[in-house]
C-alpha cells in the first residue's frame, strides 16, 4: 500500500565521476515544478553536494529566487541553447556533483534537450485529475528516450484523521498504471514553500526542524539513492 511521506532509510550519499543530472518536467504550468527543484537543489547542498541549477523556464522563476538570495550554496544559471550536455561537461570539470534542470512546462524543444542530458526524470504534477492526464505524452517521452524517471506528488492536501484523502489514493494509482514509479514521499500544501522561496529561501532553511524539512529531505533521498542505482547509466 501506498505510504504518502513514509521514511526513507538513510544511506551515505554515492558520488559518481561525472556530474549527476536530473531533469524536472511538467506537461502543465501551476504543478510547483520549480519549487520542487529548487528544495531539492538545496536538500542536495546540504547533504555536501557541490550543486548546479539550469533554468530553461522562460518565466526564469529559479533565476529570480537566486537574486533574492544571500546564501549561495546552489548555482542557477540560465544556459546558452542546446548547449546542455556542454554544460554538464563544465560543470564536471568545475567539481559540481548535481545538476537540476527545471524544464518549461510544455513539451516543446528544451524539453528534448533536457531528455537527453539527463539521467534520470522526475515528472512533478498535483492530485488532479486534468494533471494526471496531462503526464500523457511526457510518459511516452520517457519511454522512448528510455530515460529512467519517477513521478513526485506536489501540493498534496494533509490527511484527515491519519488517512489520506480518497483523491490523493487515486491519484496515486492513476499514476502507477502509467508504468513508472511514484515517489514514496512528495510535498504537501504547505504555505512555508510559497514563502520560503519568495525570500529566496527553502523551507528546511527557514524551519530545519519543521515538518516540509523532513519532506524534502526524504524526497532527496529517494531522488539521489534511485538516480545512483547500479542500472542507470553514468
Known amino acids: 500500500m501506498f505510504r504518502f511521506g513514509s521514511p526513507f532509510r538513510r544511506s551515505r550519499m554515492v558520488r559518481r565521476p561525472s556530474v549527476r543530472t536530473l531533469g524536472i518536467f511538467s506537461s502543465k504550468g501551476g504543478t510547483g515544478k520549480t519549487t520542487v527543484a ?10 555536501g ?32 541553447p542546446n548547449r546542455l550536455k556542454e554544460l554538464r561537461l563544465t560543470a564536471a570539470m568545475r567539481n559540481y556533483d548535481f545538476m537540476i534542470i527545471d524544464t518549461p512546462p510544455v ?12 539521467h534520470f526524470a522526475l515528472a512533478v504534477t498535483r492530485t488532479n485529475s486534468f494533471d494526471i492526464w496531462a503526464m500523457a505524452k511526457l510518459v511516452e ?20 484523521l491519519g488517512q489520506e484523502l480518497p483523491a490523493t489514493i487515486d491519484a496515486v494509482e492513476k499514476l502507477q498504471a502509467y508504468g513508472i514509479a511514484v515517489a514514496p514521499v512528495g ?19 527557514v524551519n530545519p526542524e519543521g ?24
Open 38 to 47: 529548487l528544495h531539492l537543489a538545496v536538500a542536495a547542498s546540504a547533504a
Open 49 to 80: 553536494l557541490k550543486v548546479l541549477v539550469a533554468d530553461l523556464d522562460p518565466q526564469r522563476s529559479a533565476l529570480a529566487w537566486q537574486t533574492e538570495r544571500q546564501n549561495r550554496t546552489v548555482q542557477v544559471i540560465v544556459p546558452f
Open 107 to 118: 513539451i516543446g524543444d528544451h524539453t528534448m534537450e533536457a531528455l537527453s542530458a539527463s
Open 141 to 160: 517521452l520517457f519511454n522512448r528516450k528510455g530515460l529512467p524517471a519517477s513521478f513526485v506528488l506536489n501540493q498534496v492536501p494533509s490527511p484527515r
Open 187 to 205: 510535498m504537501r500544501s504547505r504555505t512555508i514553500y510559497a514563502t520560503s522561496t519568495a525570500h529566496g529561501r527553502c523551507a528546511q532553511e
Open 211 to 234: 515538518i516540509a524539512a523532513l519532506e524534502v529531505n526524504r524526497l532527496f533521498q529517494y531522488v539521489w539513492e534511485t538516480m545512483n542505482a547500479p542500472n542507470i547509466a553514468s
